[in-house]
């Protein structure tokens, strides 16, 4: 039973779009929420994260959105472009991290 | 700077057979993971270790060992393995843990069991 589902499985979004990916995440002692981006034939890395004390964390064309009562969370990437094509995983935990099962995005130049 | 290295890149197992995934890491991180990852199901964490001498498992840890004898290496060992263990297997680094820290992940070990 995965303790953090994200949606959806695969996201295609014209250059200049907006992309919004979601997750929702089950155990309420969870207090690190980071998204990470996973290439083809590389590990994942950090994009962004949140912690539960606030409501959005935005960097550069990146955001995070966190709605704690809903045990919610979300990325928004504004002005998607082509190199933004890629894997995203949320995850949510605290010592050791949970992760959702990914969203493949594809973005259409 | 290296980071986080994983060897082997491959390998192709028989059934029952019996291996070793090296993870090392040089940035003096105490907090190591390895993670699998299955098409339609992310990554799933395998064994956890906060610090030298300390190991703990997470989702998916049956079949699987490790052992932290040093801070710098946290080796994956599979005693007999099966097909279902057929899967991309990732190590990552951590300053503290997961909760303040990022996860710096290794570019990952591909194994096939036949």
């Known amino acids: 039973q995965q303790q953090v589902k994200q949606s959806p499985q695969s996201l295609i979004v014209q250059k200049g779009g907006i992309s919004i990916i979601n997750c929702a995440y089950e155990n309420t002692a969870f207090d690190y929420f980071p998204w990470y981006q996973q290439f083809p034939g590389k590990g994942p890395a950090l994009l962004i994260a949140i912690r539960p004390d606030v409501s959005e964390k935005k960097e550069g064309r990146f955001t995070i959105s966190f709605n704690k009562s809903a045990k919610q969370f979300s990325l928004h990437i504004m002005d998607s472009q082509p190199g933004d094509s890629a894997t995203y995983f949320c995850a949510a935990g605290n010592n050791d991290m949970r992760f959702g099962a990914g969203t493949r995005l594809t973005v259409k130049p | 700077n290296a980071g986080v290295t994983q060897t082997p890149k491959f390998q192709v197992l028989k059934t029952g057979q019996s291996m070793t995934l090296q993870c090392a890491q040089d940035m003096n991180h105490e907090y190591m993971s390895w993670y699998r990852q299955d098409p339609g199901m992310g990554l799933r964490l395998i064994h956890y270790s906060v610090g030298a001498g300390i190991t703990d498992q997470g989702e998916v840890p049956n079949g699987y060992n490790v052992s932290r004898s040093t801070t710098e290496d946290f080796p994956l060992r599979l005693l007999s393995a099966a097909p279902s263990q057929t899967s991309v297997y990732f190590c990552?680094?951590?300053?503290?843990?997961?909760?303040?820290?990022?996860?710096?992940f290794g570019e990952g070990s591909r194994l096939t069991v036949l």
């Open positions: 990552a680094s951590s300053r503290t843990g997961g909760v303040t820290g990022e996860l710096f």
